[in-house]
């Protein structure tokens, strides 16, 4: 087993910060002058949170994409050291190909990350315990004068949220990998009854992976600097949570003939794979066993041995689709390591205020910055996205994407399986919109002090 390099990994590839500090603040930076931004990397590296930082005000980690590295210097050999994912970046042809971004989600229509309009070269991550403590940081660390060689493109906010909760109104962020050497197994069991341990190599560069390999590390000034260091994929998701609810109603009405909300909740559990308190369906078909306003962090199920056919949880939904378990393939062990490979790490939050009444259009904006960690971007998140959430043909379907987050195809149908007959709802609508995202590169702390220094000899 690995020993992990605490001090030289970033903090948020550890941790989410998110119980101490609720309030997030992503500032997508320009740099307008490499040898200024240098120095100003120099003066504030020392504030970037490592992975053996036990903060409780404020946390800060920062991430490039390959427009911000080449500004810095990279040269071309230096930069095809990296995935190709990330030297094309998410807006380019080939990526949008692979994502599905397409129609009203491609990148002419995003707010951010369009290449030569808004292209972004630096995420700073800034968390903190309140709104007050981010934006007195935010302040701290970047002017609005273009001092430091940085112009803000944008500031994403994730504030606090009145509970626990995302906006379509489901318990997020239970089912999470352990990297192997975090100490986070125990933790991790006793918050939701199980821990797969994945090996770090999957989430960190220089760790031997699942493939019982250790990739070649991306170079710069050093043959080391992809050392400690992941990808980080960001992409603002908008939420229509009124569009869903009114879906959600009218499915129900027309399919059970029913107004009843214990219905409703059942056809909306369905199309995520957990009732709205966090149970998995694949264990609790019937109800949700928590009582109203409570949670349930239950990690411990698969679907082989008692869901095989999806009359818990429907192959087709979101968590079945996104995270197969031992159902991928015929025989449950192989199938459980072969998903190992396709893992991430998921550290989003919700933006937005939430939505009162549903049943109303606010008309507001809202949704889910889609943060993930992975160390190698197109067999982790870009296979997720393509082969499972966007694949028509996903788990012997036909015609069918990921009912909540997939593309719509024309056909938009969700079958829900069922005793002695299936059941079929068709007309999804689009309950998410991609509006701007892109490919970061997370260096380890040894390699962000190489980028105060000068130019990449290679
Ligand atoms: Fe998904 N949601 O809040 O409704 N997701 N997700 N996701 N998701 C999960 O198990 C959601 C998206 C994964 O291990 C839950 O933690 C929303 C993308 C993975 O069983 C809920 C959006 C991708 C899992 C949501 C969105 C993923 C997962 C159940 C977009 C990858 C773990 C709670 C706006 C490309 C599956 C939980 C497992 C679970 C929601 C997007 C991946 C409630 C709203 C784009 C791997």
């Not at 605490?6 to 997030?24: E, H, R, T």
């Not at 968390?127 to 609005?144: I, Y």
């Not at 968590?319 to 199938?335: G, H, K, M, Q, V």
């Not at 067999?379 to 990921?402: H, K, S």
Request: glycine fraction near 8%; proline fraction near 5%; charge should be negative.
């Amino acid at each position: 087993m690995s020993t992990l390099n605490f001090s030289d990994i970033q903090g948020f590839v550890l941790s989410s910060y998110a119980d101490k500090m609720p309030c997030a603040s992503y500032l997508l930076l320009c740099i307008t002058d490499a040898a200024a931004c240098r120095l100003w990397l120099k003066s504030n590296i020392g504030y970037i949170t490592r992975g053996t930082d036990r903060k409780k005000d404020f946390c800060l980690n920062i991430a490039f994409t390959a427009t911000g590295f080449r500004k810095l210097g990279f040269s071309d050999d230096s930069l095809s050291s990296f995935s190709v994912a990330f030297q094309e970046g998410m807006a380019s042809p080939v990526r949008q190909q692979i994502l599905g971004d397409r129609g009203n989600e491609s990148p002419d229509h995003w707010e951010w990350g369009i290449p030569d309009q808004s292209a972004v070269d630096i995420l700073l991550l800034i968390f903190g315990k309140d709104d007050t403590e981010v934006a007195h940081q935010q302040a701290f660390f970047v002017s609005d004068q273009n001092t430091d060689g940085l112009s803000i493109i944008k500031t994403l906010s994730a504030g606090r949220q009145p509970d626990a909760k995302e906006h379509f109104g489901f318990l997020d962020g239970i089912g999470q990998p352990v990297i192997e050497g975090s100490s986070a197994e125990a933790r991790q069991l006793s918050r939701t009854g199980h821990a797969t341990v994945i090996k770090a190599g999957e989430f960190l560069l220089g760790y031997e992976n699942e493939m019982k390999i250790t990739d070649p590390l991306p170079t710069y000034n050093n043959e080391e600097f992809g050392n400690n260091g992941t990808y980080l994929v960001f992409r603002q998701l908008e939420q229509h949570v009124h569009t869903f609810r009114q879906f959600i109603v009218k499915q129900a009405k027309a399919l059970y003939n029913t107004d009843d909300p214990l219905v409703q909740d059942k056809l909306a559990a369905k199309i995520v794979g957990r009732w709205k308190s966090g149970a998995p369906l694949a264990k609790y078909p019937e109800a949700d066993p928590v009582p109203y306003g409570k949670f349930s962090e239950d990690n411990n199920f698969g679907y082989a041995f008692n869901d095989m056919e999806g009359l818990g949880c429907p192959v087709g939904a979101h968590i079945r689709r996104t995270n197969p378990r031992d159902a991928l393939l015929d025989d449950a062990e192989i199938s459980l390591n072969t998903v190992k490979r396709h893992r991430i790490i998921r550290r989003g939050r919700s933006y937005g205020d939430r939505s009162i009444n549903p049943d109303e259009n606010d008309y507001k904006s809202r949704g889910l910055h889609f943060i993930c960690i992975n160390s190698n971007i197109e067999r982790q998140f870009e296979f997720i996205q393509q082969t499972w959430i966007n694949n028509p043909y996903f788990g012997a379907l036909f015609g069918e994407t990921d009912p909540l987050t997939g593309p719509r195809n024309g056909d938009d149908l969700f079958t829900v399986p069922g005793c002695p007959v299936r059941t079929r709802v068709s007309g999804l609508d689009q309950f998410v919109t991609m509006k701007g995202g892109e490919y970061f590169f997370m260096p380890g702390m040894a390699a962000l002090k190489t980028l105060t220094y000068n130019v990449d000899p290679s």
